[in-house]
């Protein structure tokens, strides 16, 4: 043997135990999972452990002690009557609403979702549940699915959420041989989840799991048997309750407003919150069996859950029903983030869209953020557990309600017909938006700071509208399709 290779064995044996080269990678570890769950139309108050004593959901009160609450998480708004569908695609893309293609129907390819970074990375993407935008979109996204419902809700004539008309993955993307299911959409969508979760392959993978549920949207038809039946005599009615709206909004008419005759009396409400209640516990029932199923896969303490909504609901409030309107009650949702780092039972009040989250998932596994989007990350805030959100949020609907948010006061702008109107609230003395400030001559500087703020913030966007122009420059209600030809053909 000559000295040659008596040096290299000598050097060998100097190495420790299952080391057999200093140039051998070391095995790096594995990014966090994400798991992402998604209601349809839940407020940010129908959270038992965020300060509403009269729902119960033990599920989401536990994602709530185990990670930080984002107690001011916004929707922008949207140009028609479906909010989810803009609502979801700018939690998808990131993006602003004026950037979204058809108010979020469709997402290009050159618009990257939030997903289909995470593909791109190395993780198994997974969906079940509601798609609101096209089918192409869907299958960039993910590797991936089972249980898939694409469109807006479940049909009343078709025996909605008992039985969902559902597509299993389809590789092609045509999705041309769904069926309907004979379970509880929440249920089928669980199912799925529990179902990926047990029979993962790629197990040295990161996942990242979308569960969009249908509920708790209408038909609300809690089913027997899973979450909490609740007695409309047991439901105590919104302090901010009225018969009906007391002015025009502009869209008074739209499906969301018509479930119920006017005037609403007590009787009707409470047993709607009855029934939204019960849908509401309905699903947080099945978000438990996915967590139990997340802990059974050894992966819990590996994965970043992020709890929300697409938008709120009035179920009430203000003598509205839907969503279509710019209350606190419909434009903020829930916002839960639990996972490796991120501080447990904390609040924090940070100005959000649901957009955010698209740069806080990135920042929080690793991956770079796309400079293309719009989304500002929420780690700082986890990190140092202060507000460091946004200075002021911007809200808008259709080309007749426009809205601005700083500090603690809101000023909403109507244009109906034509006809301006002014809300001015101030939600630190009045969160319930019942006292209208706008004609005080006390608060008329803050109404002229926050009406030229508002305008800048319009600019900003690329809005459409001005303040500037008689009816904003379109006194009568537009559709979606009239609003699509006014922003294609503006240079």
């Known amino acids: 043997m000559n000295k040659q290779n008596c040096l290299l064995i000598a050097c060998t044996c100097l190495l420790p135990v299952g080391q057999t080269s200093a140039a051998q990678p070391k095995k790096s570890a594995k990014r966090p999972n994400i798991l992402f769950l998604l209601t349809d139309d839940q407020s940010y108050n129908t959270v038992h452990a965020l300060g509403n004593p009269e729902v119960v959901t ?10 930080t609450a984002f107690t001011q998480n916004h929707v922008m708004g949207g140009l028609q009557g479906a ?37 791109e990375n190395g993780y198994v993407t997974f969906a079940t549940g509601k798609w609101h935008s096209d089918k192409a979109a869907f299958n960039r996204s993910f590797v991936t699915g089972a249980q898939i419902f694409f469109g807006g ?12 008309f559902l597509h299993d993955y389809d590789p092609t993307g045509k999705y041309e041989n769904g069926r309907f299911r004979t379970r509880f959409s929440s249920e089928c969508y669980a199912d799925a989840s529990v179902d990926f979760l047990s029979n993962r392959k790629d197990t040295d993978k990161p996942f990242l799991m979308y569960v969009a549920f249908n509920s708790p949207h209408d038909p609300r038809t809690p089913p027997p048997g899973y979450g909490h039946k609740y007695a409309p005599d ?50 947080d029932f099945q978000i438990g069996r996915i967590l139990e199923a997340l802990e059974e896969s050894g992966e819990y303490e590996n994965t970043i859950i992020v709890f929300t909504a697409d938008n709120g609901l009035a179920v009430g409030q203000h003598g509205l029903l839907g969503k279509q309107n710019l209350y ?5 949702t829930p916002l839960v983030i639990v996972g490796p780092g991120v501080p447990k039972k904390e ?3 940070a100005f959000s869209y649901l957009l955010d989250l698209y740069p806080t998932l990135c920042d929080l596994t690793g991956l770079r953020t796309p400079t293309t989007i719009d989304g500002r990350s929420l780690k700082k805030a986890l990190d140092e557990k202060q507000p460091d959100g946004r200075e002021h949020i911007f809200l808008s609907y259709i080309n007749i309600q426009r809205a601005i948010k700083k500090d603690h006061y809101k000023l909403i702008r109507y244009n109906v017909h034509g006809k301006e109107r002014v809300q001015l609230f101030d939600l630190e003395k009045d969160p319930l938006e019942q006292d209208n400030l706008a004609d005080a001559p ?19 966007q690329g809005d459409f509208c001005d303040f500037s ?6 006194p009568e209600k537009l559709s979606l399709d009239e609003i699509m030809k006014i922003k294609n053909n503006r240079p």
Do not use: C
């Not at 700018?90 to 979204?100: D, H």
């Not at 809700?153 to 969902?164: A, E, I, K």
């Not at 006390?442 to 900003?460: F, G, I, N, P, Q």
């Open 58 to 67: 033990p599920n989401m009160d536990r994602l709530v002690s185990e990670g």
């Open 83 to 119: 909010i989810s569908m803009p609502s979801r695609a700018m939690l998808l893309t990131g993006l602003y609403s004026r950037r979204l293609t058809g108010d979020g129907q469709m997402i290009p390819p050159s618009d990257k979702t939030f997903p289909e970074l995470f593909r």
């Open 153 to 164: 809700m479940q049909q009343y004539h078709t025996d909605g959420h008992f039985r969902p």
């Open 234 to 283: 047991d439901i105590p009615l919104p302090l901010n309750f009225l018969s009906r709206h007391p002015f025009d909004n502009g869209d008074l008419d739209v499906r969301d407003e018509v479930f119920l005759p006017l005037p609403r009396t007590p009787a009707m409400i409470t047993n709607e919150i009855a029934l939204y209640y019960g849908m509401i516990s309905e699903v």
């Open 328 to 332: 606190e009650h419909s434009v903020k």
């Open 347 to 349: 609040r924090n009040n």
């Open 442 to 460: 006390a608060y008329a500087d803050k109404v002229a700071e926050l009406t030229l703020l508002l305008s800048r913030e319009m600019r900003d």
């Open 469 to 474: 122009h008689p009816g904003w420059g379109y």
